[in-house]
């Protein structure tokens, strides 16, 4: 009869002690990080990933930790792209980018950006940008890139944007400021067009005279 007040008091240890590291373990996934548990997870692969909630990370057989949300913004100076007739053109341009938080894609950060710094982070998706803006460019004219930017655009964010979810991240923004040629090829097809619109108007202009004129015979 005396064991009963011992397990007792021992049952009631256990309780409080489990909810004790429960609660002490219990790790907060705010809206801004992606909280990345690791170790075991069961079927959750190598890690296990949550935005917003809350996941209790067990002591000794669990560890955690996050990765930010915030937006990252990359310039890519790109000099010399080849273009589909040879021409080599420069494309500055900035995009922004950020850690994806679709289930499958954030897997992919948890696996790939995980204990990297943002530099590293910025650096790894600058090679992608870079490579996927070379070959998207190699596949279009000047008239294609220069002329129909939206379009060129589209093309740039489909590409560099399926590349980056490989690695977790995923394109916010992308916006090309200024697109030179080195011989001079975009100045020339700006000076045709500039010409042809001149003789055109003239042209619009001249009919008009003439009609003017014909009316003022009737």
């Known amino acids: 009869m005396e064991a009963w007040p011992i397990i007792l008091l021992c049952g009631q240890l256990a309780i409080f002690g489990t909810i004790y590291v429960a609660t002490s373990r219990y790790k907060l996934a705010p809206t801004d990080k992606i909280l990345v548990v690791y170790g075991n997870v069961k079927d959750s692969g190598a890690a296990a990933c949550y935005h917003g909630g ?3 990370v067990w002591p000794l057989i669990q560890h955690y930790a996050y990765l930010d949300l ?8 790109l000099q010399h792209a080849l ?6 053109i420069n494309v500055p341009s900035t995009f922004t980018i950020g850690i994806s938080t679709d289930p499958s894609i954030m897997q992919n950060a948890a696996e790939r950006l995980l204990g990297l710094s943002q530099q590293q982070q910025e650096y790894m998706a600058s ?3 870079f490579g996927q803006l070379r070959l998207t460019i190699a596949t279009l004219t000047i008239e294609q890139i220069y002329q129909d930017r939206e379009v060129f655009l589209k ?8 590349e980056l979810h490989k690695v977790g991240l995923y394109l916010i923004n992308v916006n090309i400021t200024d697109i030179t040629d080195e011989g001079g090829y975009i100045e020339a097809m700006g000076a045709k067009a500039n ?7 003239k042209l619009s202009k001249d009919l008009l ?8 015979e009737i």
Request: hydrophobic share 40%; charged share 30%; glycine share 2%.
């Open 54 to 56: 809350g996941k209790i």
């Open 127 to 129: 090679e992608i940008i």
């Open 195 to 201: 010409a042809r619109a001149v003789a055109e108007a």
């Open 70 to 77: 915030n937006p990252m913004t990359i310039r890519i100076d």
């Open 155 to 162: 093309q740039v964010a489909n590409n560099v944007d399926s």
């Open 83 to 88: 273009s589909r007739q040879n021409i080599r």
């Open 209 to 216: 005279n003439e009609f003017l004129q014909r009316l003022d």
